[in-house]
Structure formats: structure tokens, C-alpha cells
T-cell receptor, first 113, second 110 residues
Framework: EAGVAQSPRYKIIEKRQSVAFWCNPISGHATLYWYQQILGQGPKLLIQFQNNGVVDDSQLPKDRFSAERLKGVDSTLKIQPAKLEDSAVYLC???????????FGPGTRLTVL | AQRVTQPEKLLSVFKGAPVELKCNYSYSGSPELFWYVQYSRQRLQLLLRHISRESIKGFTADLNKGETSFHLKKPFAQEEDSAMYYCALSDGGGSYIPTFGRGTSLIVHP
């Protein structure tokens, strides 16, 4: 089966600019996750979707981050405006259901200058 | 709030030596525990989960609710085991929101 797809793989922007990441989960997976992984740390959950509804977004900085999964399939994560501390790898993962094994995408490495 | 602690940032052993990667958690309910692994230039992937109670690539992990631990063990380390290992907890309260530890880098020397 095809894995979780993410694009772009790398992105370099200047602070105060905006950026968007895209994720296409494994077909049939109802649960989709976005994580932020700062160098030297573990993945931190930003938002969890169940189909097109939000299960948890308690750690999403909502003043600058937004995410949507309109049709319950692919998803986009946006940062506007970016700050230096947003430099990280953004991981997308999906699972068949919420308690199941997560399958991760390759990640997008964001550098904010 | 749920928390996962991996006390060792780096673990360095020689081939054939036993390995134990520590994971402690704090959660008041019944958690689901996982170990994920990331080999060089590969994606993060599941290694094992406690409900499966199986051994993967020679690794085992036992959930100790009394000590709130889920340590990963392997009796004889191989060079190909060198990777980043992440312990993760998913709350069993219905939402199954995941929390990851900071990871332990395992280096197995020849």
C-alpha cells in the first residue's frame, strides 16, 4: 500500500512569511495527526483529526497555526506569520482508527530565517 | 496531563551486549504504550506495542503498571539496531491522544 505522502520536503522562508504543508494519508485511515519535531526533541502533537473533525488541538498555537481536513482525506497545515522558533520538522501521520498504529510521512523540514 | 520520560538521550553499546532503553510514563488511566523507531534516512515506524505482547527484531517490552514503565529490551544488540527510539503513550480514555518521549539514540559499535 502507498504510504503517507507529504509535500514539500524542504522549505526555507523568512520570518513573518506564511507557509503551507500538505499531507495525504493512507487510503481508508480515519485518523490524521500533525506533529512538530524540534531538533533534539520528540514529536509534539499539534492537531489530531478523526475524519474531518478535530479531536485535539490543545497544543496548536492558534494565533498563527491553522489546519484543515475538509473532506476527511488529505490535510493542510498553515503557519502565518512564521517565527524563528517554528523551525522544525513537521510530521504527518495517519492510522486506521485512533488507537491503532500510526504510519508516518517523511516530514517537511522548515527553516525560518 | 500525560507525560513520557526517556531519561537517556544516548545509549552506546557494543555488538552482542544487552540493551535496555528506559521509558517511564505518567497517566492516571489505562494507557496504550508503543515503541517507535527511526533508522537513518527512514521514516518513523512502529517497532512494537504492548497489547501485541510480541517480540519484533528481538526486542521486547513489558508494561509495568506499578512502576509506570515500559522499558525496551534486547538480549544481544546488533549493529543494525542503531537508530532513534521513541516511547509513546496513547490515552485510553476514548480520544487516544498520543504523547511521545524525547527519544533515545542507540549506537551499537562493532
Amino acid at each position: 500500500e502507498a504510504g503517507v505522502a507529504q509535500s514539500p520536503r524542504y522549505k526555507i522562508i523568512e520570518k513573518r512569511q506564511s507557509v503551507a504543508f500538505w499531507c495525504n494519508p493512507i487510503s481508508g485511515h480515519a485518523t490524521l495527526y500533525w506533529y512538530q519535531q524540534i531538533l533534539g526533541q520528540g514529536p509534539k502533537l499539534l492537531i489530531q483529526f478523526q475524519n474531518n473533525g478535530v479531536v485535539d488541538d490543545s497544543q496548536l498555537p492558534k494565533d498563527r497555526f491553522s489546519a484543515e481536513r475538509l473532506k476527511g482525506v488529505d490535510s493542510t497545515l498553515k503557519i502565518q506569520p512564521a517565527k524563528l522558533e517554528d523551525s522544525a520538522v513537521y510530521l504527518c501521520a495517519s492510522s486506521f482508527f485512533a488507537a491503532d498504529t500510526q504510519y508516518f510521512g517523511p516530514g517537511t523540514r522548515l527553516t525560518v530565517l | 496531563a500525560q507525560r513520557v520520560t526517556q531519561p537517556e538521550k544516548l545509549l552506546s553499546v557494543f555488538k552482542g551486549a544487552p540493551v535496555e532503553l528506559k521509558c517511564n510514563y505518567s497517566y492516571s488511566g489505562s494507557p496504550e504504550l508503543f515503541w517507535y523507531v527511526q533508522y537513518s534516512r527512514q521514516r518513523l515506524q512502529l517497532l512494537l506495542r504492548h497489547i501485541s505482547r510480541e517480540s519484533i527484531k528481538g526486542f521486547t517490552a513489558d508494561l509495568n503498571k506499578g512502576e509506570t514503565s515500559f522499558h525496551l529490551k534486547k538480549p544481544f544488540a546488533q549493529e543494525e539496531d542503531s537508530a532513534m527510539y521513541y516511547c509513546a503513550l496513547s490515552d485510553g480514555g476514548g480520544s487516544y491522544i498520543p504523547t511521545f518521549g524525547r527519544g533515545t539514540s542507540l549506537i551499537v559499535h562493532p
